[in-house]
């Protein structure tokens, strides 16, 4: 078979390669291409484009950046029609990607869609584009089966990839001492911050993270840079506070860290699997902010919370992302905390609504029974 995969961002790019992998043992010859990242090369697949070229987020970012965004739909398209794949297979990333499904059902290829757009959160009318153009939805989120149900849409919740990461990744993790020496920390109890893994969500967020350095004396304050932001931009947030940056070891700093201030997103998921209890914060433009406020259809940012339809963590968005309420929530979380008994148990229903190990396999596996079908 010739698959096409289309992520548009570093959370894709790291669910995307485990598909991929999935995908060639149980298709043996099976011929890859993707829009993607480096983890989806390194799987075996032929990248054509980086997501780094790809991934503008935010209103004013998007409205800067329209002449290259069009570009990139213009040559996307060129691949789709020089490669002729038996199936093309977009993670997440909507804006992008449904107007891909639209241009690839039109063309005669069969559409799956891994990882649903959060069309329960906003832009709800577009599930009318994935009832139109997509053959084939898989979902990462056992509330999402209801939200199509109603829409009459069919799907089968199979796992969360995520769970497959962590449960790969944990076993390979050093005990705290060695994590502390390799890492060059002192052995005193850490604060993870996780501020993003876009320039402008680091922008906003991280300023305010930052400034909770000064509360906790007896901590030592870490922050998990990605690798596709410069070092310049977190120096000069950071400024001469106490802050040690680390890079490619996001998992390594959650499992040290006493508690964790995290951007609402993928990380929030992560956090809660490894069992660190969190804040969860959120900042943008404000022009984001009033878009994102007038569109909002869910009770809750965080997937800890969406997954547990409760109150397991506190969400701090907006103007309520301040160093008041910031910390008040932090001092809630850390050690003896009234608040970090409560999410512990929190995490331990999440893990049981998201199930097993085992998704990225059973997901690939349905690809291929449905493509032979």
């Known amino acids: 078979m010739r698959y096409f995969i289309i992520a548009g961002e570093q959370s894709g790019d790291l669910h995307g390669s485990n598909l991929v992998k999935e995908l060639m043992t149980a298709d043996t010859k099976a011929e890859i291409f993707c829009w993607g990242g480096d983890l989806m090369e390194a799987a075996g697949a032929t990248l054509l484009m980086h997501y780094r070229r790809t991934a503008f ?3 004013t970012v998007i409205i800067k950046n329209l002449r290259a965004i069009a570009g990139n739909f213009s040559l996307c398209k060129q691949h789709l029609s020089d490669f002729k794949p038996d199936v093309v297979v977009l993670i997440d990333y909507p804006g992008f990607n449904l107007r891909i499904a639209e241009f690839a059902k039109g063309s005669g290829f069969k559409v799956f869609y891994y990882i649903s757009p959060k069309l329960w959160a906003w832009h709800e009318k577009r599930v009318e584009k ?3 153009f997509v053959d084939r939805m898989y979902i990462i989120f056992p509330f999402e089966t209801g ?10 919740y199979l796992g969360n990839p995520l769970v497959d990461e962590i449960e790969k990744r944990v076993p390979e993790l050093q005990d705290r001492k060695e994590i502390l020496a390799s890492l060059d920390l002192e052995d005193k109890p850490v604060i993870g911050l996780l501020a993003g893994s876009r320039r402008h969500e680091v922008e906003y967020i991280l300023p305010e993270m930052v400034k909770m350095t000064g509360y906790f004396p007896g901590y030592q304050f870490v922050l998990a840079g990605v690798k596709d932001l410069p070092d310049e931009l977190y ?18 700093l959650l499992k040290i860290s006493e508690a964790a201030l995290v951007k609402s997103g993928t990380a929030t998921l992560e956090a809660a699997l490894l069992n660190t209890p969190q804040v969860v914060c959120y900042k943008g433009d404000f022009f984001s902010m009033l878009i994102a406020w007038m569109v909002m259809k869910v009770k809750y940012i965080s997937l800890v919370n969406l997954i547990s339809e409760s109150d397991v963590v506190t969400e ?13 929530e932090l001092k809630s979380v850390i050690r003896n905390g009234e608040k970090r008994e409560k999410i512990l148990e929190g995490y331990k229903q999440v893990k049981e609504k998201l199930g097993p190990p085992g998704a990225s396999a059973r997901i690939a596996g349905d690809m291929i029974k449905r493509l032979n079908g």
Do not use: A
């Open 57 to 59: 987020m935010g209103f």
């Open 130 to 132: 994935i009832r139109r």
């Open 147 to 156: 939200f199509y149900k109603k829409h009459g849409i069919n799907t089968e």
């Open 235 to 252: 120096l000069r947030i950071i400024g001469k506070r106490p802050v040690r940056l680390v890079r490619g070891k996001t998992y390594e």
């Open 316 to 328: 701090l968005t907006g103007y309520s992302l301040n160093s008041k309420n910031l910390l008040s």
